[in-house]
């Protein structure tokens, strides 16, 4: 089963959570996933989720990100804030479970991953060709059975370039993730985290207060 296979509308059941541990030793919570779908419902569904998949790639090559906007909140249910700007040939999954603050900046070629609830606060910038996922799968599973959590971004928070964000993680605000970065558990507020995995290498000040738009 792909990433893509695990589809947001479907009823699950939520199995016991698990806590599994990351990289750096640290643990997090992950749900496994667990489908009371028959064979031929499922089948259905993955083609739904397939026809919904591609309506959403084609609205992330409409020119013009005001009409983008329009589709991803009114058809796909996504809640987005004021002046928020999510730009060309994005990658979106899950799409009723993401929340976008005011005045953030989502640039090119970004995936955001609403299988398990997204939550990107305010004046969040993240740069070209990162990923935000909520959903994996569990490879010490003798069916390689997906697995996810809740990813939260706070306030002000900037994603370098091909920045990775791995389910369960939290960044706290004014943070900073610098490029290339595999973030796989929480950053506290205004640390900078750098590396594979990440970790903190310097901090940002607390008083931030600039806004990319009103």
């Given at each position: 089963m792909a990433y893509r296979d695990v589809i947001p509308g479907a009823t699950v059941t939520l199995a016991t959570t698990e806590l599994q541990e990351n990289h750096s030793?640290?643990?997090?919570?992950?749900?496994?996933?667990?489908?009371?779908?028959?064979?031929?419902q499922h089948a259905l569904r993955m083609h739904l989720w397939r026809l919904r998949d591609s309506a959403l790639r084609l609205t992330g090559k409409i020119p013009g990100n005001s009409m983008r906007l329009f589709i991803y909140r009114?058809?796909?249910?996504?809640?987005?804030?004021?002046?928020?700007?999510?730009e060309g040939n994005c990658t979106i999954w899950g799409p009723r479970r993401i929340s976008?603050?005011?005045?953030?900046?989502?640039?090119?070629d970004v995936v955001l991953d609403g299988r398990f609830p997204l939550t990107i606060g305010s004046h969040v910038s993240v740069a070209v060709r990162s990923m935000l996922l909520t959903?994996?799968?569990?490879l010490c599973d003798a069916n390689l059975r997906p697995i996810g959590a809740a990813v939260s971004v706070g306030?002000?928070?900037?994603?370098?370039?091909?920045?990775?964000?791995?389910?369960?993680?939290?960044i706290?605000?004014?943070?900073?993730?610098?490029?290339?970065?595999?973030?796989?558990?929480?950053?506290d507020a205004?640390?900078?985290v750098a590396g594979v995995p990440a970790r903190p290498v310097g901090h940002r000040p607390r008083n931030l207060d600039y806004e990319f738009y009103k």
């Open positions: 030793g640290m643990r997090r919570q992950k749900t496994p996933l667990v489908s009371e779908h028959t064979k031929r009114r058809v796909f249910g996504m809640k987005i804030g004021r002046g928020v700007r999510i976008i603050g005011h005045g953030t900046v989502i640039n090119r959903l994996e799968h569990d306030d002000r928070v900037f994603m370098g370039a091909c920045a990775l964000v791995l389910p369960g993680v939290s706290g605000y004014n943070a900073g993730v610098a490029a290339g970065a595999v973030v796989t558990k929480d950053v205004c640390s900078i």
